[in-house]
Each structure stands twice: as C-alpha cells, then as structure tokens.
C-alpha cells in the first residue's frame, strides 16, 4: 500500500508539472498571438507610411514637372517673342536704310536739276551777252564809217577767256527758326502723320533742307518718326 500511494503522489506531482506546463504553454501561446498582432498591425501602419510616402513624392514629382513643363513654355514664349522682335527691328533698320537711300537719290537728282538748269542758264546768258557785244560792235563800226568814210581798223582778237565753273547762287531762305515753328505747326495739324515729299510740296524746298528742318525737331523731342510719317509730339 505504501508504495501505491507513492505511485499515486508521484502521478498527482507530474500532473500537477503537467498542468502548469501546460498553463505555462498556454500563456506563451497567447503572448505569442499579442505579439503577432502588434507585429502584424506595426507591418501595417509600415506599409500605410511607406504609400503615404509614395504618394507624397509621386505629388512632389508631379508638381516639379508640372513647373518645369511651365518654364519651358515660358522660355519658348520668350524665345518666339525675342525672335519677332529681333526681325521687327531688323525691318525697321530695312526701311530707314530704303528710305534714307530713296531720300538720297531724290535730292542728288534735284541737286543735278538745278546744275543744269544753271549751266544752261549761263550758257544762254553768255549767249544773250556775245550777240549783244556783236550788235554793239557792229553799231560802232557803221558809225565809225559814216563819220570818217573808212571803217575802223581791226583789231587783234583778243586771247580766249577761260570759263570758270558754274557756281550755284545761294537761294534766299527764310530764317531757320520760323521755318522750324511753320513746319512743326503744319505736322501738329496733321495728327495722321505727314512724309518728306508733303513738306516739299507745302513749302517749296528741296528735300535736304526740309529733312533738316525734320531732324532739328526730332532732336529737340518735338517731332518722332514711325516708319514713313512724321509726327509732332
């Protein structure tokens, strides 16, 4: 009997062991499935911070190409106007430049108008002058000869007179500055703009003074130029 009943102890302790093994086991077990879930809910939030973060540099990326796609349309619309400006410019040099050379050319032919209608002045008056000292001389030789009966001795030709160039007559002007007023009162009442050839035409001059007349108002800021029209200011 005595060694049933230390059989049965015996069995009572290891169940006894058994059971808080077990109750030992099963608390691991619980702690084991706590920490799970946490590890699991930390992968979670992980993974949500790592697509937030995604998110935020897929904005980021999108917002720096959306103002990089800007500047490059800002560039381009410069560049397109640089360019259009450029060539404004390089057709207004293009007209000034015809302009000066049509303005050139007018008044190198009314410059040479006016040599010749000089030359051919002088030649007629040297003419006119020639056939008069003829008709004198020859008034004087019939006078000679009713008053003595001979005609007069001739005389030696005398040497040729060498011609002296043509020299232009200066053209009486009205003073500059009362040209200036009347020109710049005729631009003021044309508020459409007026060209050269107008001027020439409503005070009877030649080009090269009414073109510095024009030039003397443009640098006393009176008068400005916009393609071919003049302007009072």
Do not use: C
Not at 130 to 157: C, E, F, I, Y
Not at 186 to 213: C, M, N, S, W
Not at 217 to 226: A, G, T, W
């Amino acid at each position: 009997m005595g060694m049933i009943q230390d059989f049965q102890k015996a069995d009572e302790e290891r169940r006894r062991e058994v059971a808080a093994l077990a109750k030992e086991a099963d608390a691991m077990v619980k702690d084991l499935a706590k920490g799970s879930a946490e590890r699991r809910s930390e992968v979670a939030t992980m993974i949500q911070d790592l697509a937030k973060g995604d998110a935020e540099r897929a904005s980021e990326v999108a917002t720096m190409r959306s103002e990089t796609d800007a500047m490059v349309n800002d560039l381009a619309r410069g560049s397109t106007q640089r360019r259009s400006e450029v060539a404004t410019m390089l057709n207004d040099f293009a007209k000034g430049d015809a302009e000066r050379a049509s303005e050139v050319a007018s008044m190198r032919s009314e410059t040479d108008a006016m040599v010749n209608d000089l030359a051919r002045g002088s030649a007629q008056r040297r003419s006119d002058v020639a056939t008069m000292l003829n008709d004198l001389a020859k008034g004087s030789t019939q006078r000679h000869t009713d008053v003595w009966g001979v005609a007069p001795a001739r005389k030696p030709a005398p040497p040729p007179v060498e011609e002296l160039p043509v020299e232009m007559p200066p053209m009486p002007e009205a003073p500059a500055g009362e040209l200036r007023d009347r020109v710049f009162a005729y631009l003021a009442d044309h508020p459409d703009g007026t060209r050269l050839v107008e001027l020439e035409e409503e005070f009877g001059l030649a080009r090269i003074q009414i073109a510095k007349l024009v030039r003397g108002l443009i640098d006393d800021n009176k008068v400005e130029k916009r393609e071919l029209f003049y302007f009072a200011i």
